[in-house]
């Protein structure tokens, strides 16, 4: 943990100009006590940055307390889900997204936390019995809140997934189309987000953050995986993204659009792919180039299907 730690502030402080993926606003600072309060279900996890209110307040008040507990009895147990959940929160303090993947292992450390917190009470309690059942109560219902939270991710993953399932049913009408002996120009015609209007009608489960790839079909999946896919996942093949370069200048080459409900093959209308693109991107339409991929990292043509 402490080298990532170190890798994430290196990081921030060398390419801060370069990339707003770390960010030492001071909202970092409300990040851990969020999280815990998220956990605690005292919160919903915010998806882009978080700040410090009334849940805050009560999450720092309850963490300070485990410490104290874990000091003033010893508890190892309190001690490593405490460690599981603070070392594991700071490689990504200062990341601006609160996203789920970022939240698994200091969830374990709550776990791990909750679970000495519950045993040392327990074993303070002058009626043990009846404290055991308390506990035993409590934890019933911290989880059945969590299979509630864990139904609604598994609503948002089905609409999400829904939608890449379209796109791959008409990439995969298409994969005996998908050119194998030279360069494809890519083109998207259309215009349609899904990813928005998801995230415009909220989650069920916690808030989600959808990375829209602005450039890609529907806003979806990258063209270059996506044609491998469909076209070549039982052959070890793969296509790349090709850098416009004077060596495909005279090469011949095929242009691949996507329009709302299909991919279709277009005529050439330049001497080049280079130049090809440019002519869609003068109109308005994200375009690119992609081709077959070697151990070497460069595009090598495909003599047959």
Same mark, same amino acid.
């Given at each position: ?7 994430? =502030? ?7 100009e /370069? $990339? ?5 606003? %001071?909202? *970092?600072? @409300? ?16 998806a ?101 939270? =864990? ?7 089905? /609409? $999400? ?5 379209? %796109?791959? *049913?008409? @990439? ?11 360069p494809?120009?890519?083109?998207r ?34 063209w ?75 595009s ?6």
């Open positions: 943990m402490i080298p990532a730690a170190a890798y994430a =502030l290196a990081y921030s402080l060398l390419f801060s /370069r $990339t707003a993926y770390y960010d030492l606003g %001071l909202w *970092a600072a @409300a990040k851990i006590p969020h999280l815990w309060a998220s956990f605690c279900q005292l919160t919903t996890p915010s882009y940055k978080c700040s410090f209110g009334a849940p805050e307040l009560v999450a720092s008040a309850l963490l300070l307390g485990c410490c104290v507990i874990a000091v003033a009895r010893h508890s190892t147990c309190i001690g490593l889900g405490l460690s599981f959940f603070f070392l594991s929160t700071i490689p990504v303090l200062f990341i601006p997204f609160v996203s789920t993947r970022y939240t698994t292992v200091p969830l374990v450390g709550f776990v791990i936390v909750m679970t000495g917190v519950t045993r040392e009470a327990v074993a303070a309690a002058r009626r043990k019995r009846l404290a055991a059942i308390v506990a035993g109560a409590c934890v019933a219902a911290y989880f059945s809140l969590g299979v509630r939270v =864990l139904g609604g991710d598994i609503k948002d993953m089905d /609409r $999400t997934g829904f939608q890449y399932g379209v %796109l791959l *049913a008409e @990439a995969e009408t298409f994969a005996d189309q998908i050119p194998i002996d030279r494809i120009v890519w083109v015609l259309e215009r349609r987000n899904p990813l928005f209007h998801l995230r415009a009608q909220g989650s069920f489960g916690v808030p989600k953050i959808y990375f829209q790839r602005d450039l890609t079909p529907y806003g979806l999946a990258d270059a995986p996506l044609f491998s896919f469909v076209r070549f996942s039982k052959r070890g093949v793969i296509l790349t993204d090709l850098a416009p370069r004077s060596d495909l200048a005279g090469r011949p080459y095929a242009v691949v659009a996507h329009t709302a409900g299909r991919f279709l093959r277009l005529d050439p209308r330049a001497s080049a792919p280079v130049e090809e693109a440019d002519i869609w991107r003068r109109q308005g339409h994200p375009a690119g180039i992609i081709g077959l991929w070697h151990a070497h990292g460069e090598t043509d495909a003599p047959t299907n």
